[in-house]
């Protein structure tokens, strides 16, 4: 598993975005979710990944949808944090 060599960039990113947007009552730990993109991108290199909330989860009451790709960096396989948009 090369989970130990995957960086994640737009980490202190996407966990502002997260905290902000996100229902404390349907957070979950942000690490965690990005353990489980990190094992996601292992699977499917060079792919892109959504998460998706539904409105009665997030704080403005809107779907959102958090995506993320990866790339293969120098020091291993990366995983990008692109941001959020409106549904």
Do not use: A, C, W
Request: net charge negative; proline share 2%.
């Amino acid at each position: 598993m090369m989970t130990s060599t995957l960086t994640v960039v737009g980490r202190e990113v996407f966990i502002d975005d997260y905290n902000e947007e996100i229902d404390n009552d349907y957070r979950l730990d942000p690490d965690e979710i990005l353990q489980d993109m990190m094992e996601l991108m292992e699977e499917s290199p060079e792919s892109y990944q959504h998460l998706h909330f539904d409105s009665e989860q997030t704080n403005d009451g809107t779907n959102k949808l958090f995506s993320f790709t990866s790339y293969e960096g120098e020091d291993g396989l990366r995983l990008s944090y692109l941001g959020f948009s409106d549904e």
